[in-house]
């Protein structure tokens, strides 16, 4: 990382980072209080977008890790945002769970299955083949196609569960009509969380755990990126990319010393 510009800002991806499923990373906490006890702005990113932060918060705390609510942003949150500077006070038939309707309704938007502005697809753990014809239908009499992320699967206990960018496909499949995804690896999830914390690009960095999504997002914002090596990219596969973090570490402990109050400014 370099030595000349300070760093006064943290974004962290969350599952792969912090946490996997709900059982803490080594170094995570003590990451999070040193973020907290510095005084630097930060964020925690996720592009799951079932929970609300709130949800998240709570999900967080009981692995140990104590993130404020306001430092959590969501791909749900970041699409909102997303809808409410395209087209305020809209109008969308939305396929998803609490994270993304609580964060449309919150924007004024109006959730609606008669001609909406957008059809708005998140994930959730119950898609309905019901939910999935109608958006089909509205998507082909002309409702724009936004999608939180494209995510193919998501983990559980059980093993891999189809996610938002595996019905998006099919929705797609079907329309003709491809959606634009909001969250990583669309530099506009980085933006929009800049915004939030009215940040520099030139100041922040990025601590994701894969290349394709955290990492190359993170360099097309013209963040400084970290890849840990504890979730889906392993150190070996680095070299296929034709692009390289800033720093690869093994894990999110190895950064805790970057953000103790007495070093932030001088360290990164």
């Known amino acids: 990382m370099s030595e000349e510009r300070p760093v ?7 599952d792969g980072v912090l946490v996997h499923e709900e059982v803490p990373i080594p170094g995570a906490p003590e990451f999070v209080e040193a973020l907290k006890a510095s005084g630097l702005r930060f964020l925690v990113l996720t592009n799951n977008s079932i929970f609300t932060p709130r949800d998240l918060r ?8 104590d993130v404020p609510e306001e430092s959590i942003w969501t791909s749900a949150l970041a699409t909102a945002q997303f809808l409410a500077d395209q ?65 193919v699967s998501g ?14 496909a099919l929705i797609s499949a079907a329309t003709g009509r491809s959606p634009y995804f909001i969250g990583k690896p669309n530099p506009l999830m980085m933006r929009s969380a800049l915004n939030r914390l009215e940040a520099h690009s030139e100041t922040t960095v990025m601590v ?15 963040l400084r990126t970290v890849l ?17 973090p800033t720093r690869v570490v093994d894990s999110i402990a190895d950064l805790v010393d970057l953000v103790r109050p007495a070093e932030s400014d001088d360290r990164a």
């Open 208 to 222: 994701g755990d894969r290349m394709d999504t955290d990492i190359i997002s993170g360099l097309e914002a013209g």
């Open 8 to 14: 006064h800002t943290w974004l962290t991806d969350m």
């Open 87 to 151: 087209r305020p006070h809209g109008t969308a038939y939305v396929v998803g769970e609490a994270g993304l309707t609580t964060a449309l309704h919150d924007i004024g938007y109006v959730m609606t299955e008669r001609d909406p502005d957008y059809v708005v697809l998140g994930e959730t753990r119950t898609y309905s083949f019901e939910a999935i014809t109608r958006a089909i239908r509205l998507v082909e009499a002309g409702a724009r196609f936004i999608a939180t992320n494209p995510d």
């Open 58 to 65: 709570a999900r967080l705390l009981g692995s140990g890790i």
């Open 228 to 244: 840990v090596t504890t979730g889906s990219t392993r150190p070996e596969d680095v070299e296929r990319f034709p692009y390289r």
């Open 155 to 168: 983990p559980s206990p059980a093993g891999s569960l189809p996610a938002t960018g595996s019905v998006a």
